[in-house]
C-alpha cells in the first residue's frame, strides 16, 4: 500500500487517532508504513506514554521538564519492565504457545466497588483465580484484619491517580503480585502497609502515605513511578531489588534501609531482574576534550619550546631493568595513538613502522570472576607489578620527547572522572556491573533526615539519583558496600 497519495501531514492526523495495537500492526506492512509510525514519536506516542495510568514522565521526578530522546522507546521499556511479574519461571518451564495463549483467554477482570460484583476487595480476592486483574473503582477501601495474598493477581485502581485509596495491611504468600494505580495507607492496627519473604511484587505508580515496606529474603521488589509521602521501605538480604524513578518526601528516618548480606537463596525473578538492571545501567561517559595536534602546532610556530630536564631514576632495580629510548619512544607513540582512539581522532602509522611494547601482564592473567552472574562473591586479583610504582616511573623518560609523546604525558597526570577511569580497567567494570542487593535508579529524596541506610553487610547502588534537603544522603556502616 503506497503513502503517497495524501499527504504525509494527512497520514499522521489519521494515525494519530489509532490505538497501540493497530499501530502495531501497520508498522508491519512495509518499510514506508514502518517509517511513517516511528515518524509520530512527539505526537501519537507521546500521548500513549503521558495518557497511560500505569506510568509517567519518563524522566520523572528528577527532570520532569526535559523530554526523552525516543517517547516510542520510553513507552517500549515501560512496557516491558511492566510484564516482569508474569514471567513466573515455573509456569514458563513446563508451558507451551498454547497455555500461554488460553492463560491470557481465560483471565478474568474482576471489578470491586460500588455497584460491581464483588462490595470488597477481600471477597474479590477470595474469587479470583491465577493471573486474574481486580479493578477498583474510585473511593475508600478499608480492611479490618490483615489481607493473605495466596494467588498472583493484579490489583488497580481505575481513573485517576489518587481516586483509589486502599487501608489495609497486605501479607504475601504467593510467588508474584502486581498493584498499580492505587494510594495505600497503613491500617489502624500496623505501620506496615505491604511485606513478603518468598515472592515478588511489583508496584507502578502508586502513592505510599505513612507506612512501610519490608522485603524479606528470597522475596525481591520492582518499584517504579511511586511517591513515599513520609514512608520507608526496607530490604532485608534481597539478592536484588530495583527502585526506578521515585520520589521519597518527609522521612522520619531513612527512606530506604539495606539491611544483611544478599542472601543466596533466589527467588525466580532474580534473573528478570538482574537482566532488566543491567539493559538499563547506562554508564555516564563524559567525552574527553580532543587532544591538541602538537605537530601542526609546531609548524605553525605555537608549540612553546623550552629547556627540558632529563632524569633517571632506580628505586631497587638495576639500571638495565629501565626501559631503552626506542622502548619509551614506542611507549609514547602507543599511548598517544590510545588517548586519540578515546576522544576520536584515529591516527594511521606507516606501513614501514611496527611499534612494539612489553607489558607486565596480559589479560589472560586478570580474574574475570564476575562474568558469571550465579556467584555470589567475586574476586578481584591483581598481578604482583601493580601493587608497586614500576607502571608509573616506567612513564618517566630520560631523553627529550617527541611532540606528540609530550602531549600524550600531560595527559596521563591530568584529572580524569571515574568513568574515564573506568575504561582502563576492565575488572573494574565488571565489579561495577555487578548488581546485588538494592538498585536505586533516577529517584529524588528530600525534606527529610536520611536517604539511603546500608547496615549488616548490606549492599546497594545508586545511580541518578538526587538527595535534598537532609541530614544525610547515605550512610554505610558494618561492612556495607555501596556503589
Known amino acids: 500500500m503506497e503513502i503517497s497519495g495524501l499527504p504525509l501531514e494527512l497520514w499522521r492526523l489519521i494515525l494519530s487517532y489509532m490505538r497501540l495495537p493497530d499501530l502495531g500492526r501497520c508498522s508491519l506492512v512495509c518499510r514506508a508504513w514502518y517509517e511513517l509510525i516511528l515518524s509520530l514519536d512527539n505526537t501519537r506516542w507521546r500521548q500513549l506514554c503521558l495518557g497511560c495510568v500505569e506510568c509517567r514522565h519518563p524522566n520523572w521526578p528528577n527532570q520532569p521538564d526535559v523530554e526523552p530522546w525516543s517517547w516510542r522507546e520510553a513507552f517500549k521499556q515501560h512496557y516491558l519492565a511492566s510484564k516482569t511479574w508474569t514471567k513466573n519461571s515455573q509456569d514458563l518451564e513446563s508451558s507451551n504457545c498454547f497455555y500461554l495463549f488460553r492463560r491470557k483467554k481465560d483471565r478474568r477482570v474482576l471489578c470491586v466497588g460500588p455497584g460491581c460484583e464483588f462490595d470488597n476487595l477481600r471477597r474479590a480476592l477470595l474469587s479470583a483465580g491465577v493471573y486474574d486483574r481486580i479493578v477498583l473503582l474510585p473511593g475508600v477501601y478499608e480492611e479490618q484484619s490483615e489481607i493473605f495474598l495466596k494467588a498472583p493477581v493484579e490489583i488497580m485502581g481505575r481513573g485517576k491517580l ?99 548480606c544478599p542472601s543466596l537463596d533466589k527467588n525466580w525473578a532474580c534473573k528478570h531482574l538482574t537482566m532488566l538492571a543491567k539493559s538499563r545501567s547506562v554508564l555516564l561517559q563524559t567525552p574527553e576534550p580532543p587532544l591538541c595536534n602538537t605537530t601542526k602546532l609546531e609548524s605553525q610556530g605555537h608549540l612553546p619550546v623550552g629547556s627540558m630536564r632529563t632524569c633517571e631514576i632506580v628505586i631497587g632495580e638495576e639500571p638495565g631493568h629501565l626501559f631503552s629510548a626506542s622502548q619509551t619512544e614506542a611507549m609514547l607513540k602507543r599511548a598517544c595513538e590510545k588517548e586519540n582512539d578515546l576522544s576520536g581522532n584515529h591516527t594511521v602509522a606507516p606501513k614501514e613502522e611496527a611499534l612494539t611494547m612489553d607489558t607486565d601482564t596480559s589479560d589472560s592473567e586478570l580474574s574475570m570472576s564476575s562474568e558469571n552472574e550465579e556467584e555470589s562473591e567475586s574476586s578481584y586479583r591483581l598481578p604482583y607489578q601493580a601493587h608497586s610504582l614500576s607502571h608509573l616511573l616506567a612513564k618517566v623518560i630520560h631523553s627529550k620527547p617527541q611532540a606528540n609523546g609530550l602531549t600524550a604525558l600531560q595527559n596521563d597526570y591530568e584529572l580524569k572522572s571515574l568513568p574515564q577511569e573506568m575504561q582502563k580497567e576492565k575488572e573494574v567494570q565488571a565489579l561495577a556491573n555487578l548488581v546485588q542487593g538494592c538498585l536505586v535508579r533516577k529517584c529524588l529524596f528530600r525534606d527529610g533526615k536520611g536517604g539511603i541506610f546500608v547496615c549488616s553487610q548490606g549492599q546497594a547502588r545508586a545511580e541518578g539519583s538526587i538527595f535534598r534537603d537532609l541530614t544525610y544522603a547515605m550512610r554505610c556502616i558494618q561492612n556495607s558496600k555501596v556503589q
Open 162 to 260: 489518587g481516586d483509589v485509596a486502599l487501608l489495609a495491611s497486605f501479607d504475601q504468600h504467593c510467588p508474584t503480585m502486581r498493584l498499580c494505580n492505587l494510594v495505600f495507607m497503613p491500617a489502624w492496627f500496623t505501620p506496615v502497609i505491604y511485606k513478603t519473604n518468598s515472592g515478588h511484587v511489583q508496584f507502578d505508580n502508586c502513592n505510599f502515605e505513612t507506612g512501610q515496606l519490608q522485603i524479606h529474603a528470597p522475596g525481591t521488589c520492582q518499584v517504579k513511578f511511586c511517591t513515599f509521602n513520609q514512608s520507608s521501605i526496607n530490604f532485608h538480604s534481597v539478592a536484588i531489588s530495583l527502585l526506578e524513578n521515585c520520589e521519597f518526601v518527609g522521612s522520619e528516618n531513612a527512606s530506604v534501609t539495606v539491611e544483611g
